[in-house]
């Protein structure tokens, strides 16, 4: 079966606690992609690949990292996480060419105190 | 700038009616625009596309969503609602002239079916 996975689906932390959220997809895409969901803003992007060790900064990329050392994986990392990261997290893909719909993760919830 | 918007944070409709999410976007040049659709704990299910050619798209679930270039508009559209497609919908755009990746989303929309 086609999909994307992420872990953990639910996560609280302290601040200032080092964390990874795992992303990874089956379909051999090229283009992932990691968002965040917050009430009235829709989605927004942190950071997208277009390929193996190819990363770039997406519209809200302050206080996050990310790397591309497989295809299949993009992990979701927060250094010293802060209570404005508490937020709803996807990781999506698709194939790299303009116009391919993106396959979703599940979501990873996360809730810094 | 570029930009996805929906207009309205819910629309409510009786089951057995139509229904209309709108959307419109603002871009110099041509875009592709899709619709997604969120149920409660879910991550986003793609519904349909528009990428170029017939202005009526057609997609899952019995949705389709008809692209006006004139008013800028990728509206969301059902015939006859169901109690089952109460979700959150949002419009998203790939906004660069010729496709690119990034996609720019809507606020979304809130859609309640009631029986």
């Known amino acids: ?113 | 700038a570029q930009s996805v918007a929906q207009p309205e944070d819910q629309v409510n409709v009786a089951e057995g009616n139509p229904l209309t999410v709108k959307c419109t976007y603002s871009v110099s040049g041509n875009p592709y625009l899709f619709w997604y659709v969120q149920y409660p704990n879910r991550g986003l299910q793609f519904l349909l596309k528009y990428i170029t050619g017939d202005n009526l798209v057609k997609g899952s679930y019995g949705f389709e969503a008809e692209f006006n270039k004139s008013q800028t508009s990728f509206h969301l559209k059902k015939p006859s609602a169901l109690v089952s497609d109460s979700a959150l919908y949002f419009c998203a755009g790939n906004l660069i002239t010729g496709g690119g990746n990034k996609l720019t989303f809507g606020t979304g929309t809130q859609l309640k079916v009631e029986l």
């Open chain 1, 1 to 113: 079966e086609a999909q994307v996975t992420q872990n953990p689906r639910y996560l609280i932390t302290v601040t200032g606690k080092k964390l990874t959220v795992t992303c990874s997809q089956n379909m051999n895409h090229e283009y992932m992609s990691w968002y965040r969901q917050d009430p009235g803003l829709g989605l927004r992007q942190i950071y997208y690949s277009m390929n193996v060790e190819v990363t770039d900064k997406g519209d809200v990329p302050e206080g996050y990292k990310v790397s591309r050392k497989e295809k299949r994986n993009f992990p979701l990392i927060l250094e010293s996480p802060s209570p404005n990261q508490t937020s709803l997290y996807f990781c999506a893909s698709n194939r790299i060419a303009g116009g391919y719909e993106q396959y979703f993760g599940p979501g990873t919830r996360l809730t810094v105190t």
